[in-house]
């Protein structure tokens, strides 16, 4: 079969994807497929065009590849992806948007309030600031809305911190949200088809956060995979994403992390096209479900050309 | 003849979460303050053709006359082909060692040459003093900010790395002395001082005539190590030669650092470090181990280019190129820095070093810059310590005038919004427009013109 890895372009996960699509790449290959990796860029359509691929692996992270952009693109060239459909990349991308459905859905996501830029700037929302740090408390975590691999979150631990943070987060996208920091475990639930795969918990070095090197620097953070928890944990944890990847439209596959804190589980976000690389979360979980790295990709390829068989 | 399959281009297999974990606890302790960053991986795209780079710190290779480099090639495949092919010494060639004493003596400097020992690149000789002398622990002193580079050589030997504050004259050697005095109370053990006096990467300030005697004073006196690192000397576009500090010392106490990167080529991988004899001795070895001789073959284009008398007049065309694209830098910063941001005004080298207001974190900043498709180095990669996050390092050698001026735009522009949020965030009223008139940012410089 003719696969394309549709990789790189131009977010600031660029890095990260390489890394996927590479190998993703190697795992094809091994795989008997023939491969045509592609830097996404300007020729995109253009080469789809010429090379008629049977499936395209998408191993985009963050805003082009990761937010129904390409997703969309494909769907109009009728040729057939890996992962969730463009409506349901476009929720997972934007946190704003996620946390609107999860919330709709009664599922448990941290408190929050969103902003864009123009909110500032025109209609001095800063004036509402106090009011809404009342609401979260301290520390509050600031995100912008539309970013992976925990790319400019900041945490301000007092009102005096959080004009930079953000003007921080908003270098990252025009809109950002405040939400109130859970203290708990860092778990991720990566779903597979409709199944959930082992619970991953990222355990940190004393006084680190879950960070972007936190994430790719190998040796840096411990991960369990299966998570210790107990069967309720596990049923309560595992029940909040399946409800956030249903939610939310996803298919294929997608990653949703959360935080266990005493009071149960907190949903943060999902990740429609989960990292794929060395450290990243969804083939340790994969691998801990006894599917080696191939079998994985071959799965997703299973999924993306047949998904009524999912 | 038996057929030998071609093998087919293989990418290793996935590695599991098993050989991570299994790899993770082979990783020698040093590895751990070995860091990657987010910075280093949003860096992946700014290969990309659309972006600016005015991060990296290239020379501009296209200014070397290829056919030059052909003639140059040519002469040794001809003359010496079996010798520019074998292995060589340890220390480098003696021919190496005569233009290496060419080029220190356009500074005024005179080594003995049994006292050079030629390197991969000045990067090996900061590598190979580290090696030398340094245990775990051990506290080298540097500039605050200093070269990115040094800092993960001395990460990776696990330094105590202390860096002094630097003003417009270079590292301010009264901090030293305090910091010299702390130390010793400590009873921590100082290695050595590590310097980049002159055209200093990342901030383009020169240290001063007074600060450099200052310092090689102090390390007579206390019989401190320093080691100067002088890539950028020849490259000067203003204001009065500085005698360097092994000039100064007479190179009893500083050990000196110098390289054909930026002078030549980086590509050639050619350094060398003066030191004296019992330090020699231990270098040599080092080298030995790490990597027995540095390349024969760009020894042997070094020969060849130096025998046709033209090294200098080659770096007279540099100077001209840099020095019109350092005030190309300079004016365009003028024109769309907002007016809190402050920048040095170096008279060599090849790097502007500009600083923001304090609400501006420049690693995000470059973020937003690079999707305004363009990059620089955000000022945290300057510091061990986490400062600098309000700095960035802007490069003038590696591209041309028009870019610059783009991307300097480019970069104001990004910053000129952040300031008006900020503004709008705490209801403080902010100018985004940039000054009319430049600030006069502690500028002891001389104006290109004047020089």
Known sequence: MKVAVLKGGRSLERGVSL??????????????????????????????????????????????GEDGTVQELLEILGIPFTGPGAAACARCMDKVQAKYSIEEAALPTPAWFAFNQTAFRELGAADALGRLEETLGFPLVVKP??????????????????????????????????????????????????????????????????????????????????????????????????????????????????????????????????????????????EAAGLSFEQLVERILDLALRPAAA | MSEVPEPTHRRRAHTSTRDLERYAGLFAERTGVMRSSAMRDLMAITARPEVISLAGGLPDTSTFPPQSFAAQMTRIAQESAAEALQYGPTEGFEETKDCILEVMGAEGMLPDPDDIIVTTGGQQAIDLICKAVIDPGDVIVCEAPTYPGALSVFSSYQADVVQVECDEDGMRVEALEALLADLRSEGRRLKFIYSVPSFQNPAGVTMSLQRRHQLVELARAEEL???????????????????????????????????????????????????????????VLGKQAA?????????????????????????????????????????????????????????????????????IDTSDLLAKA??????????????????????????????????????????????????????????????????????????????????
């Open chain 1, 19 to 64: 890394r996927s699509g590479a190998r993703v790449e190697d795992a094809l290959e091994r795989l008997g497929h023939e491969v045509l990796p592609i830097d996404v860029g300007r020729d995109l359509v253009k080469r789809l065009i010429a090379e008629r691929p049977d499936v395209a692996f998408v191993a985009m992270h963050g805003v082009g």
């Open chain 1, 145 to 286: 809305s539309r970013g992976g691999s925990s790319l400019g979150v900041k945490f301000a631990a007092a009102p005096s911190e959080v004009p930079q943070a953000l003007v921080s987060a908003f270098s990252y996208d025009e809109r950002v949200l405040l939400e109130r920091y859970v203290e708990g475990r860092e778990l991720a639930v990566s779903v597979l088809g409709d199944e959930p795969l082992p619970v991953v918990e990222a355990i940190l070095l004393e006084g680190d956060r879950y960070d972007f090197e936190a994430r790719y620097e190998i040796g840096r953070t411990r991960f369990a995979c299966p998570a210790e928890l107990s069967a309720e944990e596990e049923r309560a944890v595992t029940e909040a994403a399946l409800g956030t990847y249903r939610t939310l439209g996803c298919t294929g596959f997608a990653r949703i992390d959360l935080i266990l804190a005493a009071d149960g589980p907190w949903l943060l976000e999902a990740n429609a096209i989960p990292g794929l690389t060395d450290t990243s979360l969804l083939p340790q979980a994969a």
């Open chain 2, 225 to 283: 190590l320093v080691v100067e690192d002088s890539p950028y000397g020849l490259l000067r576009y203003g204001g009065e030669p500085m005698p360097p500090l092994y000039q100064l010392d007479g190179g009893d106490f500083v050990v000196y650092v110098g390289t054909f990167s930026k002078i030549l080529s980086p590509g050639i991988r050619l350094g060398w470090m003066v030191a004296p004899p019992p330090i020699m001795e231990k270098v």
């Open chain 2, 291 to 359: 990597d027995l001789c540095t390349s024969t073959l760009t020894q042997y284009f070094v020969r060849e280019y130096f025998a046709e008398r033209r090294w200098q007049r080659y770096i007279d065309d540099l100077v001209e190129i840099y020095r019109g694209r350092r005030d190309t830098m300079l004016e365009a910063l003028r024109t769309h820095f907002p007016a809190e941001a402050t920048w040095t005004e170096p008279e060599g080298g090849l790097f502007i070093w500009a600083t923001l207001p304090d609400y």
């Open chain 2, 370 to 451: 690079l999707r305004a498709d363009v990059a620089f180095v955000p000022g945290q990669a300057a510091y061990l310590d986490g400062r600098g996050g309000q700095s960035m390092r802007l490069n003038f050698s590696g591209v041309g005038d028009e870019e610059i001026r783009e991307g300097v735009r480019r970069i104001g522009k990004v910053i000129a919004e952040q300031v008006e949020l900020y503004g709008a965030l705490t209801g403080e009223q902010r100018a985004p427009e940039p000054a009319a008139e430049p600030e006069p940012n502690v500028l002891p410089f001389r104006k290109a013109e004047e020089a």
